[in-house]
């Protein structure tokens, strides 16, 4: 779920940073806000994806604190971009499962890794902690172990592209070369 009060927060931001436009040779960020004159929160999920969170602007910035407009581009953008990510993640349950459930995430993790390995120990019987003439592949085979990272990567790899698609749609951004 979107937090208005970041949207509103980088928005506020982006605002000020738009009628100053001091930082404007500073990234790409400054570049792009340029070309609008108002901000809807496709608009700021594009932005905060472009920031890379140098610091440049905010150590340049007049309205840093301790102005009274306490403006601090990287800090809400960073805080935006969390959002965005799990906004357009693919599966869309995976985008906020860890951030709402880190610790149950984590243990699940622990639990799967404890498991592979308890399982190459059983299927290996006594043989698992001794040594063996093909080193580590002679208690889990080689095409095992490409099966098993194979397809996490496959997942990963397909995943990371409908994020992209997902993010690209809704920025609604020219394709390549066009």
């Not at 979107?2 to 931001?13: C, F, G, L, N």
């Not at 570049?31 to 932005?47: G, H, I, K, T």
């Not at 910035?61 to 965005?84: D, I, T, W």
């Not at 409908?162 to 920025?171: E, P």
């Amino acid at each position: 779920m979107r937090s208005t009060i970041k949207v509103k927060e980088v928005d506020r931001v982006m605002t000020i940073c738009n009628a100053c436009r001091y930082c404007e040779g500073h990234c790409a960020v400054f570049q792009a806000m340029e070309l609008r004159l108002e901000f809807n929160s496709d608009d700021l999920d594009y932005l905060s994806n472009l920031c890379h969170n140098c610091g440049a602007c905010y150590h340049n910035c007049q309205y840093a604190k301790p102005h009274e407009f306490e403006l601090n581009v990287p800090g809400a953008m960073a805080e935006l971009r969390e959002e965005s990510y799990a906004q357009y993640a693919w599966p869309s349950f995976m985008g906020s499962a860890f951030k709402n459930n880190g610790l149950w995430v984590t243990s699940l993790l622990l639990v799967l890794v404890t498991a592979f390995v308890v399982l190459g120990a059983y299927l290996t019987g006594d043989s698992f902690f001794h040594v063996h003439d093909n080193a580590f592949y002679g208690v889990i085979s080689h095409n095992v172990m490409v099966a098993i990272f194979g397809t996490v990567a496959l997942f990963v790899a397909i995943a990371m592209i409908m994020s992209i698609v997902n993010f690209w749609k809704v920025m609604r951004l020219p394709a390549h070369g066009s």
